[in-house]
């Protein structure tokens, strides 16, 4: 096991260190730099050739680039040229809020789409069953990018919610309680963009694997045995249905930061997603290095604990 | 699917709905210049906004008469209000001037059954004519994930041992990095502003090369235990070439896989193609995609007062839809 885990590590740190040297190399080879987007036509070429050379954009790209690298193994990332602040200290916090936005929309999907899929998979007919499997099938087609227009349209209309941001302005006067609250206020409608899309997804594999799990000798056996169904369903099939939606949380973390790039600029929630793209645009290019290097961190640990959690429910893995 | 016990089975029905949805999809896109009342550039000044204009069988009087719509009117210019004439219904015409349905007489304004967007173009035409782009650029970029997963994952099967360790290691490092990140650098890190067509090329090609590893990965499974069925020992041992037994003998037994993969692709491209043009990365405004159409969406407040901008949205959840039936009773890749 710590071999296999050595060996994770290994792979998550490589990633990490391509993904942003890329990212780095691919903005700085882009036309136009930062210099130029921040001055614009306007301002003449010399103006912006004096930028240029002031924030250091003038220098050959292997110059740029070893020095960069040589502040990265120290965990120096650089400074960030739209925020002027150190590119570490920014992604902290906006990597704490993708986290934040994340574990609720994982927790929620996973509390919707676990218990659904169970009861779909251990029940082939009726019309309750069928209903929830139709509910899944619609939201599974509802990607992240359309949940969130739809339910900002639903705030708005109902103003039930905030339609974006992460704090109101006046939650910081009411003390630590108000504060969360607020907080809560805010995620619902992020982390319900997020989720519906991610819960229909684990219904449906959850489902699937149910089904096959009732239909095993063990569960007529217990059923023979007396054990009531309720329990033989919850207990013991479960158990041993867990293991294809557990083998999938690895893929879902991607795919959660890749929807909530999407949900956090339509919701302006201030996570990571956004200020990649932030970055992007103003061709920021040490924050963009830095938010390519956090994003990776952030998959490496996820499925780093999907295999985890695996080995917890599947004890033949980590043994292989 | 040891699973399923007994009784009719829904798959098939819910497959064919999938697979009618999806031609039906096709046909849209395809007959897009027959079927939109207008052209999809063409700007209505008085119209920005304007509320949808559904064809109507029973007039106002509760009467029954031939299709026609009641023609809308700008009240306010600055709170953007529309009013409808009750007073005047007018006809449509079918099959006239070259269009499935259009409105004769537009001199008390021109027809748009979807309402108009930020600039007053008809959205029904555009959501028609954004179709053909959006999924063109899905399709497109399907063909490039496919034939590129094809070869690799073909190689990487068939030869086994170092090369096929290497590059599953490196499909599998294209596959955690965040699609999204990746397309976004990509992207961003080629040049803006270009005509329509280099804006289709350059995003079909990134799509294509974020997305055939899972092409990739499902074929090296098929090839590798295909392989050493007894077919392809004996196709061997009559002197065909490793060539010839991949590519004649092997790949064919990939087909069903990729029909799947395909059809599982497009949505997922089409998704792209609409996040890049809504963060204003992709298509222009002046041309047509469901992305580029949804930025009118992004400000709540339009949102709020014209919920029909939402409606390129819809498109996307329709193809999605359409896949995930018509995918129901497949072996779905693993994704």
Redesign the interface.
């Known amino acids: 096991m710590s071999r296999y885990i050595a060996r994770r590590l290994l792979f998550a740190a490589l990633?990490v260190a391509?993904?942003s040297s890329?990212?780095l190399v691919?903005?700085r080879?882009?036309?136009g730099d930062f210099a130029s987007g921040l001055i614009g036509t306007s301002g003449g070429f010399e103006a912006v050739a004096r930028e240029r050379e002031r924030l250091g954009l003038d220098r050959p790209i292997a110059v740029q680039y070893v020095e960069w690298l040589r502040g990265a193994v120290r965990l120096d990332l650089g400074t960030s040229l739209l925020y002027r602040r150190p590119v570490t200290e920014l992604l902290g916090q906006r990597l704490a809020n993708t986290a934040i936005l994340a574990v609720a929309a994982l927790l929620l999907a996973t509390l919707a789409g676990l218990p659904a899929g169970v009861f779909t998979?251990s029940r082939?007919?009726g019309v309750l069953p069928g209903v929830v499997r139709l509910l899944s099938?619609?939201f599974?087609?509802?990607?992240p990018?359309?949940t969130s227009?739809?339910l900002?349209?639903l705030a708005?209309?109902t103003g039930w919610f905030p339609?974006?941001g992460m704090q109101s302005s006046s939650s910081e006067i009411g003390g630590a309680l108000s504060w969360l609250t607020d907080l809560g206020h805010h995620l619902v409608l992020p982390a319900l963009a997020l989720a519906l899309p991610l819960a229909a997804t684990l219904e449906r594999l959850q489902s699937?694997a149910?089904?096959?799990a009732?239909?095993q000798p063990f569960t007529l056996a217990a059923l023979a045995r007396g054990v009531p169904r309720s329990r033989v369903v919850w207990r013991h099939a479960l158990r041993a249905s867990l293991t294809p939606v557990v083998s999938?949380y690895g893929?879902v973390i991607?795919g959660l930061?890749?929807g909530s790039?999407?949900v956090e600029?339509?919701t302006a929630w201030p996570g990571l997603?956004r200020l990649?793209?932030e970055a992007?645009?103003a061709?920021d290019l040490y924050l963009?290095a830095g938010?390519?290097a956090a994003?990776?961190l952030f998959?490496?640990a996820g499925?780093l604990a999907s295999d985890l959690a695996l080995a917890w429910t599947d004890p033949r893995v980590g043994r292989a | 699917m040891t699973g399923r016990r007994g009784g009719r089975d829904a798959r098939p029905t819910l497959q064919r709905a999938g697979a009618a949805l999806l031609a039906l999809i096709a046909v849209a896109a395809l007959a897009a210049p027959v079927l939109a009342p207008h052209e999809p550039g063409e700007v209505f000044r008085d119209h920005a906004f304007a509320p949808p204009m559904p064809p109507r069988v029973v007039d106002a009087e509760g009467r029954w008469r031939g299709p026609f719509v009641y023609p809308v009117r700008l009240v306010n210019r600055l709170e953007q209000r529309y009013e409808e004439d009750r007073s005047r219904p007018l006809p449509l015409a079918f099959f006239s001037r070259g269009r499935l349905v259009r409105l004769p007489d537009e001199s008390q304004g021109p027809w748009l059954p979807l309402g108009g967007d930020g600039s007053g173009r008809d959205l029904l035409t555009r959501l028609l004519f954004g179709a053909r782009t959006s999924l063109g650029v899905a399709a497109v970029a399907a063909l490039g994930a496919i034939l590129i997963g094809l070869v690799l994952g073909g190689v990487a099967g068939y030869a086994g041992g170092g090369v096929d360790e290497t590059l599953m290691r490196f499909s599998e490092f294209v596959l955690v990095m965040t699609a999204v990140f990746v397309v976004l650098a990509l992207r961003s890190a080629l040049p803006l502003l270009r005509p329509p067509a280099t804006v289709f090329l350059l995003m079909s090609a990134i799509f294509a090369l974020v997305g055939w590893p899972w092409v990739a990965r499902a074929v090296r499974g098929v090839i590798a235990s295909e392989r050493t069925r007894d077919y392809s020992v004996a196709a061997l041992s009559l002197g065909a070439t490793h060539t010839r037994l991949l590519v004649v003998h092997l790949l064919p037994a990939c087909r069903r896989l990729l029909a799947a993969q395909a059809v599982l692709l497009v949505p997922a491209f089409v998704l792209a193609e609409a996040t890049l043009s809504y963060l204003g990365l992709g298509f222009p405004d002046t041309t047509a995609s469901w992305g580029s159409m949804l930025q009118d969406a992004s400000d709540p407040n339009v949102l709020l007062r014209c919920p029909w901008t939402l409606a390129p949205a819809g498109g996307i959840a329709l193809v999605t839809l359409a896949v995930n039936l018509f995918l129901e009773a497949e072996p779905r890749p693993p994704r």
């Not at chain 1, 599974?140 to 990607?143: E, F, K, V």
Request: charge should be positive.
């Open positions: 990633l391509v993904s890329a990212a691919l903005t080879l882009a036309p998979g082939q007919r099938l619609v599974l087609s509802l990607p990018l359309v227009l739809v900002v349209l708005a209309r339609l974006g699937q149910m089904a096959d009732v239909s999938v893929y991607g930061l890749s790039l999407i600029v339509v997603g990649m793209y992007i645009r061709r963009v938010c390519a994003g990776s998959l490496a499925s």
